[in-house]
């Protein structure tokens, strides 16, 4: 059986270490079923690949011949498109707003960058399909451990295989993160990854407000330490890590409803209102 590859679209074919150009006019002739490798080469449209079994594509079979035809995958507005090849995956990031996709023969994952980022470009650290890009003043980077993406925003820096990156988290205290990850083949092996202060201490308002604000940011944070130093002492001393995790549960966002008063949402999704109450500037109870 002889398979012929045509496309209406002008792409490259990737065949094991071999690549063919093919549009309206040429096509790819081959004995044996295999796994091929498409990247357009016109905006609009997105990488793709033609399995053995020739999914993502239409079949037309005539004696001993089957011609094959394969579909490409479509983006709406056809700009801002990028891809790159890792191996046996393809890595695209389209948008507008961005979405980074890794798609291979029996995977897909993808991502969307929901920061405003800016000059993108996808990069390889050592085999691992990443997106660099700027964001305001700070550096961006987007790392795809194999399932999983890992998103840094802040100072980042790239020596060959090893990222070093200190995160600015959005709180009062002007908290960050000071994160060191080692990639090797793809594999994302993160070595360090502690909470610090960007200013060296913690800040702290003098308002009752922001400082019941700042206490649950320091909880989102699982900064307990400080958490307690807005407490009274007696309720300080009675709390252990424990009782912090177990008492607000997990939530990503705090939003008030008076200085006093707050609702906790994890994903969108609301979990509780909390009431602080105060005395003497300090935290004596909460409901």
């Given at each position: 059986?002889?398979?012929?590859?045509?496309?209406?679209?002008?792409c490259v074919a990737k065949v094991k270490e071999e690549s063919?150009?093919?549009?309206?006019t040429n096509f790819l002739e081959l004995e044996d079923k295999c796994v091929i490798y498409l990247y357009p080469l016109v905006k609009g449209f997105l990488p793709t690949l033609i399995?053995?079994?020739f999914e993502?594509?239409?079949?037309?079979?005539n004696d001993d011949t089957t011609y094959v035809f394969p579909e490409f995958p479509t983006i709406s507005s056809g700009e801002n498109v990028l891809h790159k090849a890792f191996g046996n995956k393809f890595a695209s990031l389209t948008g507008t707003p961005y979405k980074f996709t890794i798609s291979g023969e029996d995977s897909f994952f993808s991502y969307d960058i929901k920061k405003n980022i800016s000059s993108p470009e996808i990069i390889n650290i050592s085999n691992a399909p990443c997106v660099s890009a700027n964001f305001k003043d700070k550096n961006y980077l987007l790392i795809f451990d194999g399932k999983?993406?890992?998103e840094i925003c802040g100072d980042v820096?790239?020596?060959k295989n090893k990222v070093t990156a200190v995160s600015y988290l959005d709180s009062i205290s002007k908290h960050g993160k000071l994160t060191k990850i080692e990639i090797n083949n793809g594999k994302v092996q993160?070595?360090?990854?502690?909470?610090?202060y960007l200013k060296n201490k913690p800040i702290k308002p003098k308002f009752i407000g922001a400082k019941n604000y700042s206490f649950l940011q320091s909880i989102l944070v699982k900064d307990y330490n400080l958490a307690r130093s807005y407490l009274d002492e007696k309720l300080s001393e009675k709390l252990t890590d424990e009782h912090f995790s177990k008492f607000f549960g997990e939530f990503d966002e705090i939003l008030p409803l008076s200085i006093n008063t707050f609702c906790l949402k994890n994903k969108n999704t609301p979990i509780g209102v909390f009431e602080l109450k105060n005395l003497n500037g300090k935290i004596v109870d909460v409901n």
């Open positions: 059986m002889k398979y012929k590859i045509f496309s209406d679209i002008p063919f150009e093919l549009d309206d399995s053995p079994d993502n594509a239409k079949l037309y079979r999983n993406f890992i820096e790239i020596d993160i070595l360090e990854n502690e909470l610090l």
